[in-house]
């Protein structure tokens, strides 16, 4: 039996920040490493929240693969689920900031976008043992791009479903990742028929289902217990358990948004461990939750890196207590 509340599977990498917001790609002249990786910085954010969490995922056996693991157990992450790559090397990529603190994936230098270990990620070495009294397995959905890779999430959310574990998906669309990004669409919409719980920006919201609407969005897929779509400083809107409305995003000063919605993630699912699934059927405590997880997704904002930003249970109630 596990003592891990939430599992974790997917990228871990870093991301290579511009230095010099409001350049192109080939006008930056330094570059920042920020550890990083959507699943990655979840279970980091979960434990500093105070949930336990465990990651799986692949790294190369270079030197940035050994400083992303030192860094998870460091931050508490239990990295039992971690692989090492002989030969394929840890992801990095390469991001460039707006003058607001918005950024834009820019590519991963002169590798191509399968060339990482993340993409090796080997199905019969994922740790079966860690799945029994687990509550949530939280994955993205950039690792379904890579043959490889894939069949070990499909497999993580079999194994989830075999232990009654809630699969919460935050779709992460990232072309830049897809060797045919036109393939997305599809592979996506069938991974999602396996989601207890879907967390969407509004451009993924209408390029999936050509709606922002949380509520029409669990029409379609009436298995899902939760819906929930960010829109930067437009805020929050969402459907649980029935209960639908929307939040107004915090005014903070913005520095860096990455890693926000994955601190949003954390946030929400830190939440659902400490009250339960069925609080959400509660208008006001659903509410309540999705407010809590804006301002986990907010004061990530303020400071640079995803990791690096993650606030702590007392900085979530002083931030609330002031706005």
Not at 72 to 86: A, S
Not at 113 to 134: I, Y
Request: charged fraction near 20%; charge should be negative.
């Amino acid at each position: 039996m596990s003592e891990t509340e939430v599992l974790c599977i997917g990228e871990v990498l870093f991301d290579c920040l511009a230095d010099e917001p409001g350049k192109s790609l080939f006008e930056v002249e330094s570059w920042t490493a920020y550890p990083g990786g959507a699943p990655a910085n979840v279970a980091c954010a979960l434990v500093k929240l105070g949930t336990s969490a465990g990651f799986i995922g692949a790294v190369g056996e270079d030197a940035p693969g050994d400083v992303l693991v030192e860094l998870l157990q460091e931050n508490g992450v239990d990295v039992t689920g971690i692989q090492r790559h002989r030969k394929a090397p840890t992801r990095q990529v390469y991001v460039l900031r707006s003058h607001s603190g918005d950024r834009q994936f820019a590519g991963f230098g002169d590798l191509d976008t399968g060339d990482f270990a993340d993409t090796k990620l080997r199905v019969s070495q994922l740790p079966e043992s860690l799945f029994p009294g687990v509550s949530f397995l939280v994955t993205g959905t950039l690792e379904l791009a890579y043959p490889q890779s894939r069949e070990a999430i499909e497999k993580a959310v079999e194994l989830a479903k075999q232990n009654n574990v809630k699969v919460f998906v935050d779709v992460n669309w990232r072309p830049v990742f897809w060797p045919n990004p036109d393939l997305a669409p599809g592979v996506i919409l069938k991974f999602l028929q396996q989601a207890d719980f879907l967390k969407l920006s509004d451009e993924e919201a209408e390029w999936l289902f050509n709606t922002t609407d949380a509520s029409a969005i669990a029409q379609r897929l009436p298995h899902l217990q939760g819906v929930l779509i960010t829109a930067g400083e437009a805020g929050c809107s969402y459907y649980l358990a029935k209960n639908s409305g929307k939040f107004p995003a915090f005014s903070v000063k913005v520095v860096d948004t990455t890693g926000a919605g994955d601190s949003f993630v954390a946030g929400f699912i830190h939440q659902l461990c400490q009250q339960g699934i069925e609080a959400l059927t509660d208008a006001e405590t659903a509410k309540n939750m999705v407010i809590y997880a804006s301002a986990v997704g907010a004061i990530t904002t303020m400071k640079a890196g995803a990791i690096a930003a993650q606030p702590t249970p007392k900085e979530v109630e002083e931030f609330l207590r002031l706005h």
